[in-house]
C-alpha cells in the first residue's frame, strides 16, 4: 500500500513562499502521475497541478502558474510544491495524490492514493 504524506504548511503573509513536500512510501511508482489538490471551506477540492513520471511534465492551472513549482527528489522518493508570490486566495488545505498511470488530470477521482493534507493560511 502506498502512503503519502504531506508537510510543509503553514502560516505566511501575502506575497510569500512555502514548499510542500509529499514523502512516498510502501514501494515504488514506476509509472504514475502526481498531482497537487487544494481545498478551501467551502469550495470543491481542485487540482493546481501535476507531474508526470514519463517524461518529467509539469502542468499548473492558470491561477498558480508562474507561481507554483512542483519537483521531485527521486532519491528521497518525494515530491514538492514551491509556492511563492501567495495570495490570500491560495489559503485552502492542500493534498498530494498519486495515481498509477502517466497522465496530468485534476479529475480527483482518478487518483489512487491521497495524503493526509497540510493546510495553507495566507494572511496578514
Known amino acids: 500500500q502506498l502512503q503519502l504524506v504531506e508537510s510543509g504548511g503553514g502560516l505566511v503573509q501575502p506575497g510569500g513562499s512555502l514548499r510542500l513536500s509529499c514523502a512516498a512510501s510502501g514501494f515504488t511508482l514506476d509509472y504514475y502521475a502526481i498531482g497537487w489538490f487544494r481545498q478551501a471551506p467551502g469550495k470543491e477540492r481542485e487540482g493546481v497541478s501535476c507531474f508526470v513520471s514519463s517524461d518529467g511534465s509539469t502542468y499548473y492551472v492558470d491561477s498558480v502558474k508562474g507561481r507554483f513549482t512542483i519537483s521531485r527528489d527521486n532519491a528521497k522518493n518525494t515530491w514538492y510544491l514551491q509556492m511563492n508570490s501567495l495570495k490570500p486566495e491560495d489559503t485552502a488545505f492542500y493534498y498530494c495524490?498519486?495515481?498509477?498511470?502517466?497522465?496530468?488530470?485534476?479529475?480527483?477521482?482518478?487518483?489512487?492514493?491521497w495524503g493526509q493534507g497540510t493546510q495553507v493560511t495566507v494572511s496578514s
Open positions: 495524490a498519486a495515481r498509477l498511470a502517466p497522465v496530468c488530470s485534476y479529475y480527483s477521482g482518478s487518483y489512487d492514493y
